[in-house]
């Protein structure tokens, strides 16, 4: 018997479901106001409904309120740059606004050498009018207090830049007051900040003078160059079973960046001594016990060494 012929087309080994498209990330979504003065008298909902009315369409999904700053994000597939190409629109709705922006990167620069003579206003507006794409998120402050700036002709100014070409500004020299300025990158850092270089705290890495340290070791070579003493292991730039830790900062037998000690331990006496257990709060209250003699009153102490009794 002969097979019957079929005209069912072949069956395909590969899935033509149709390309699901990206969707635009939270940050292409906000715009981000900044304004002065007392707190919007309105709620978020009262605003992105207020906004939507004025714009007569749905732009605006969610409004925050934190402080003086109101952040606008879009609908899922609206673009915050179309909704700031439409601010005149709604910004009678948030009276006493002093900057609109988009949600980008905030680099935050040094620029040395301005004379302090000069008004932080003619400042901002020296840069932004003489370098041309420039664009600061708020106006330029003095790095130091006005008492350390007493009797100085310069000092150093801090800006905020935004935009796609904001790190291009880093590192350059700024014109302004018909002169250029040195420029470098503000790097944040305190008392709890860690060294990646010598292990240390209280500076940042790329201002470190010290020695370099292992954090595992703590010999004398940078961390990523750890490797192990036996011959026969291979592992680089982190500790193996053969790692004898040992702290540079207190010489204890743990690694140079030892997390927060839990409660009642003593735990690194450097990391202790940065600060990093300021949450361990000391509570000075008094004890009462009674006795056949009557009531005896204690000042006790209680912080993270533990309990004292104070006479």
Same mark, same amino acid.
């Given at each position: 018997?002969?097979?019957?012929?079929?005209?069912?087309?072949?069956?395909?080994?590969?899935?033509?479901?149709?390309?699901?498209?990206?969707?635009?990330?939270?940050?292409?979504?906000?715009?981000?106001?900044?304004?002065?003065?007392?707190?919007?008298?309105? =709620? @978020?909902?009262?605003?992105?409904?207020? /906004?939507?009315?004025?714009? !007569?369409?749905? #732009? %605006?999904?969610?409004?925050?309120?934190?402080?003086?700053?109101?952040?606008?994000?879009?609908?899922?597939?609206?673009?915050?740059?179309?909704?700031?190409?439409?601010?005149?629109?709604?910004?009678?709705?948030?009276?006493?606004?002093?900057?609109?922006?988009?949600?980008?990167?905030?680099?935050?620069?040094?620029?040395?050498?301005?004379?302090?003579?000069?008004?932080?206003?003619?400042?901002?507006?020296?840069?932004?009018?003489?370098?041309?794409?420039?664009?600061?998120?708020?106006?330029?402050?003095?790095?130091?207090?006005?008492?350390?700036?007493?009797?100085? =002709? @310069?000092?150093?100014?801090?800006?905020? /830049?935004?935009?796609?070409? !904001?790190?291009? #500004? %880093?590192?350059?020299?700024?014109?302004?007051?018909?002169?250029?300025?040195?420029?470098?990158?503000?790097?944040?850092?305190?008392?709890?900040?860690?060294?990646?270089?010598?292990?240390?705290?209280?500076?940042?890495?790329?201002?470190?003078?010290?020695?370099?340290?292992?954090?595992?070791?703590?010999?004398?070579?940078?961390?990523?160059?750890?490797?192990?003493?036996?011959?026969?292991?291979?592992?680089?730039?982190?500790?193996?079973?053969?790692?004898?830790?040992?702290?540079?900062?207190?010489?204890?037998?743990?690694?140079?960046?030892?997390?927060?000690?839990?409660?009642?331990?003593?735990?690194?006496?450097?990391?202790?001594?940065?600060?990093?257990?300021?949450?361990?709060?000391?509570?000075?209250?008094?004890?009462?016990?009674?006795?056949?003699?009557?009531?005896?009153?204690?000042?006790?102490?209680?912080?993270?060494?533990?309990?004292?009794?104070?006479?």
């Amino acid at each position: 018997m002969a097979a019957r012929a079929t005209n069912a087309p072949a069956r395909s080994t590969t899935n033509n479901w149709p390309q699901l498209k990206k969707g635009l990330t939270a940050r292409e979504r906000r715009l981000v106001i900044k304004r002065e003065g007392e707190p919007l008298p309105t =709620t @978020a909902l009262d605003l992105r409904d207020d /906004i939507n009315l004025a714009l !007569a369409a749905i #732009y %605006v999904q969610t409004v925050s309120l934190q402080g003086n700053t109101v952040t606008l994000t879009t609908m899922e597939s609206i673009k915050a740059t179309s909704l700031n190409s439409k601010v005149g629109t709604f910004l009678h709705l948030i009276p006493r606004t002093v900057s609109v922006h988009l949600d980008t990167p905030v680099s935050h620069v040094l620029v040395h050498g301005i004379p302090t003579s000069k008004s932080l206003a003619n400042i901002a507006s020296e840069l932004t009018t003489f370098n041309t794409g420039l664009s600061l998120t708020s106006q330029p402050r003095w790095l130091t207090t006005d008492d350390a700036r007493a009797g100085k =002709t @310069a000092s150093i100014v801090v800006i905020s /830049i935004m935009g796609p070409r !904001a790190s291009d #500004y %880093v590192g350059k020299r700024l014109a302004t007051f018909s002169s250029s300025y040195r420029t470098e990158r503000r790097l944040r850092f305190n008392s709890h900040t860690q060294c990646s270089k010598c292990q240390g705290y209280g500076h940042h890495s790329n201002r470190c003078t010290n020695l370099v340290s292992c954090r595992w070791c703590a010999s004398p070579h940078p961390t990523g160059n750890h490797t192990c003493p036996t011959a026969t292991c291979r592992i680089r730039g982190r500790p193996c079973s053969h790692t004898v830790l040992r702290c540079v900062n207190c010489k204890g037998p743990h690694d140079g960046s030892m997390p927060l000690p839990p409660q009642g331990s003593s735990g690194c006496k450097a990391r202790r001594r940065s600060g990093e257990n300021d949450h361990l709060m000391t509570m000075i209250y008094v004890m009462i016990i009674a006795s056949d003699f009557g009531f005896t009153f204690f000042f006790v102490k209680e912080d993270g060494d533990g309990v004292s009794f104070i006479i």
